[in-house]
């Protein structure tokens, strides 16, 4: 077994002993080169100072090549992760052998988002980072996205009494702000009896992401009692009139009560003849509470353009000659409560382009020459749920009618109901049509005749002779066509 050598850097010995060289050699101790991850090492030797021979640990004669100790190599052991500002990752790998020597490998980052960030918070989203086995983790903040808010919207009250403002976030619709005021008024022009008025509403807010607000409204004129002269019913209600046919002039008013105290009463009638021939009456407002306008009520009202039924109108009929020579009438919308309409209601009405029943409207009766010589008559529009029947001159010299379509409740038309309508090119009759009089369509140029039920129910239909007098050849049913 061989001794082992103290190691001394600088340590000398010197021995003599007589070899081949020819000269004693004098030994000096080299320490041993430990070898390195990447470098060779070298076994302690010893050298001769004269010939420097190299001598191993027994002093025998050896090579360089020999007393080398080959690298260590690498031990690359994981240590941790790196991350980058931009959240890019590496894997760092550190030799356990010496721990200046490092790899560094690009890791596989994935993010998610935890947390998103709302108007008032932050959120978080987190990256893992993935090498080989080993992961890790790292948070970024999402900074809250703060508040996106719109423009502003403004609501007032039915009364305008208050206003609300809305604004919502436009980054989260949850987030919403809404102040309610009152309003303050301010009349600006008063209302009389012959004009409307004028007043402003004026909201004021105490957020400052809301303006204030300005509305202004129209003030109803006041009821023309001057013009007006009333009488009781005697239940409590009263009829109303013009005062003077001569000497009232532009709008009527009609109140809807009357009376002061225990004498206040609806106002229900305008009796007959109430507003006869009154030629300077231009416009003419007529209140829900009216239910019957009498025979020749608005007869020859010649400048009276128009006339208005309050909403909710509780008008059942309209009398003979209601607005007969009303020439200055363009246009008229029938309340659905009308059930009654007398002979000659809008005969003679020469500007009159258009008559319109309201939805709902259960027409019962309609009477003779009703619609007649209103030779600007384009559009008549009953509801479907009228039922009323067509009697004679119903619809007379309509020269500007060109289509006309009667309700499918209508069970009956009398002769001459349809009377030569000249432009009159498409005419639908009632699906409930069970009888039909001579003439009843008379010298209308019809292009299209239509029946709103089958071939078989138009067969059951009682047809006078005649009954389609130079006007139509062919009825066309939903089923088929049959001829006249």
């Known amino acids: 077994m061989k001794k082992k050598l103290v190691l001394m850097t600088s340590a000398l010995m010197a021995i003599s002993l007589l070899t081949g060289c020819g000269h004693e050699h004098s030994y000096k101790l080299v320490n041993e080169v430990a070898a390195t991850c990447t470098e060779t090492g070298v076994h302690a030797h010893y050298t001769c100072e004269g010939c420097d021979k190299l001598f191993d640990e027994d002093k025998k004669e050896t090579t360089l090549e020999a007393l080398k100790i080959a690298a260590l190599g690498h031990d690359y052991k994981f240590n941790s992760f790196v991350w980058a500002d931009d959240y890019t990752a590496q894997a760092k790998y550190v030799c356990s052998r010496d721990n200046k020597h490092?790899?560094?490998?690009?890791?596989?980052?994935?993010?998610?988002?935890?947390?998103?960030?709302?108007?008032?918070?932050?959120?978080?989203?987190?990256?893992?980072?993935?090498?080989?086995?080993?992961?890790?983790?790292?948070?970024?903040?999402?900074?809250?996205?703060?508040?996106?808010?719109?423009?502003?919207?403004?609501?007032?009250?039915?009364?305008?009494?208050?206003?609300?403002?809305?604004?919502?976030?436009?980054?989260?619709?949850?987030?919403?702000?809404?102040?309610?005021?009152?309003?303050?008024?301010?009349?600006?022009?008063?209302?009389?009896?012959?004009?409307?008025?004028?007043?402003?509403?004026?909201?004021?807010?105490?957020?400052?992401?809301?303006?204030?607000?300005?509305?202004?409204?129209?003030?109803?004129?006041?009821?023309?009692?001057?013009?007006?002269?009333?009488?009781?019913?005697?239940?409590?209600?009263?009829?109303?009139?013009?005062?003077?046919?001569?000497?009232?002039?532009?709008?009527?008013?009609?109140?809807?009560?009357?009376?002061?105290?225990?004498?206040?009463?609806?106002?229900?009638?305008?009796?007959?003849?109430?507003?006869?021939?009154?030629?300077?009456?231009?416009?003419?407002?007529?209140?829900?509470?009216?239910?019957?306008?009498?025979?020749?009520?608005?007869?020859?009202?010649?400048?009276?353009?128009?006339?208005?039924?309050?909403?909710?109108?509780?008008?059942?009929?309209?009398?003979?000659?209601?607005?007969?020579?009303?020439?200055?009438?363009?246009?008229?919308?029938?309340?659905?409560?009308?059930?009654?309409?007398?002979?000659?209601?809008?005969?003679?009405?020469?500007?009159?382009?258009?008559?319109?029943?309201?939805?709902?409207?259960?027409?019962?009766?309609?009477?003779?020459?009703?619609?007649?010589?209103?030779?600007?008559?384009?559009?008549?529009?009953?509801?479907?749920?009228?039922?009323f029947t067509v009697v004679d001159y119903t619809f007379r010299d309509l020269s500007a009618l060109e289509e006309l379509d009667l309700p499918n409740s209508v069970e009956s038309i009398k002769t001459y109901s349809v009377y030569k309508c000249s432009s009159l090119k498409a005419l639908w009759l009632s699906k409930a049509l069970k009888s039909i009089e001579m003439y009843s369509i008379f010298e209308c140029t019809i292009e299209k005749l239509n029946f709103k039920g089958t071939v078989e129910e138009w067969k059951n239909v009682s047809k006078e002779n005649n009954w389609c007098y130079h006007s139509a050849t062919i009825v066309h049913c939903t089923d088929g066509d049959v001829a006249i």
């Open 102 to 387: 490092v790899e560094m490998h690009d890791a596989t980052v994935t993010s998610k988002v935890t947390k998103e960030a709302t108007c008032e918070e932050d959120g978080v989203q987190v990256y893992t980072a993935t090498y080989d086995t080993h992961t890790d983790t790292k948070e970024k903040v999402l900074t809250k996205i703060g508040h996106a808010y719109g423009d502003p919207t403004y609501e007032w009250s039915e009364d305008n009494t208050t206003c609300t403002a809305t604004v919502i976030c436009g980054n989260d619709s949850t987030h919403t702000i809404v102040e309610t005021v009152e309003s303050t008024y301010k009349e600006l022009e008063a209302a009389t009896e012959e004009a409307d008025g004028k007043g402003k509403y004026t909201a004021t807010f105490e957020n400052e992401k809301f303006v204030a607000q300005e509305k202004e409204v129209v003030i109803e004129s006041l009821p023309t009692l001057s013009k007006l002269t009333f009488t009781s019913n005697g239940d409590g209600t009263y009829s109303v009139k013009c005062k003077d046919s001569y000497e009232t002039t532009g709008r009527i008013k009609i109140p809807s009560t009357y009376g002061e105290g225990e004498a206040e009463g609806i106002v229900t009638t305008l009796p007959n003849q109430a507003f006869f021939s009154v030629p300077n009456i231009t416009e003419v407002f007529i209140p829900n509470t009216i239910k019957t306008i009498g025979n020749d009520g608005f007869y020859d009202c010649e400048n009276m353009k128009e006339v208005h039924f309050a909403e909710n109108s509780v008008l059942e009929s309209i009398g003979d000659y209601g607005f007969q020579a009303c020439v200055s009438l363009v246009s008229v919308t029938l309340p659905k409560s009308v059930k009654t309409l007398g002979n000659r209601v809008f005969d003679e009405c020469n500007n009159l382009e258009s008559a319109v029943f309201e939805e709902g409207n259960e027409l019962e009766s309609i009477g003779k020459a009703c619609f007649e010589s209103c030779p600007k008559l384009k559009t008549i529009k009953f509801a479907e749920t009228s039922k």
